[in-house]
């Protein structure tokens, strides 16, 4: 499975638009790139999924180049609530029959505040 | 909207007793998880399960632990011989087969072994 590499922790304040980034080099032709979000004490939440280009929602964007070598979630205008851990995960294509499971990384933890 | 339920959100136990979580993962999936999260640490992947059988596991999923769907709802899974070092957030999530590779994740139970 591709490894991931994310910053541990990011700030801002309500209102602004924040972008996590996350490397993954040896991601595969066949995988897709999946964020995750986790409140304390709650199981994780999707938030986006990708292949290539860019993906949006009505959470937030989704932003991979050409190369797929990286991918920045970006979370327009954030507010208190979105206080959390976001995951960066690679693997678990849909069209893989196999199903690898989905593996966790240490994620990033974002701090927004007033 | 289709929810993951988990029961019991918080067990007590002590040492070398054998503890049961259930979860009911949403009606038509078909992928079956455990996951487990110590505190302040990262997500981590046991187990996944498909078609009345294991289809990957963690080496954390050792032969204390065990997993079940006994009657085509519940999802159960098994420690045998609790350690101190199983207590943990437990996660139980359900996929479908061909779907964006989305997890839904239960809310977790809290296992505390003394």
């Known amino acids: 499975l591709a490894k991931t590499t994310q910053p541990i922790s990011m700030d801002s304040y309500e209102g602004q638009e924040v972008n996590i980034t996350c490397s993954h080099n040896n991601i595969a032709t066949n995988d897709y790139i999946t964020w995750y979000q986790q409140f304390p004490s709650q199981g994780p939440r999707f938030i986006i999924q990708?292949?290539?280009t860019k993906v949006t929602n009505e959470v937030a964007s989704l932003f991979i180049p050409a190369d797929r070598k990286s991918s920045t979630l970006s979370l327009p205008r954030v507010s208190l609530s979105d206080t959390a851990v976001y995951y960066c995960l690679v693997g678990d294509s849909p069209f893989d029959t196999g199903r690898r499971a989905l593996t966790f990384g240490s994620g990033t933890r974002l701090q927004v505040q007033p | 909207e289709p929810e993951v339920t988990q029961t019991p959100s918080h067990q007590v136990t002590q040492m070398g007793q054998e503890v049961i979580l259930r979860c009911v993962p949403i009606s038509n999936h078909l992928y079956f998880y455990w996951y487990r999260q110590i505190l302040g640490q990262k997500v981590e992947f046991l187990v996944s399960f498909y078609n009345n059988e294991i289809s990957e596991k963690s080496e954390i999923f050792d032969d204390q632990f065990s997993v079940e769907r006994p009657d085509g709802s519940n999802f159960t899974l098994k420690i045998r011989s609790t350690k101190l070092e199983d207590s943990a957030m437990y996660f139980c999530a359900s996929s479908e087969i061909k779907n964006t590779g989305e997890l839904f994740f239960g809310e977790g139970s809290r296992l505390t072994v003394l």
């Open positions: 990708g292949y290539k």
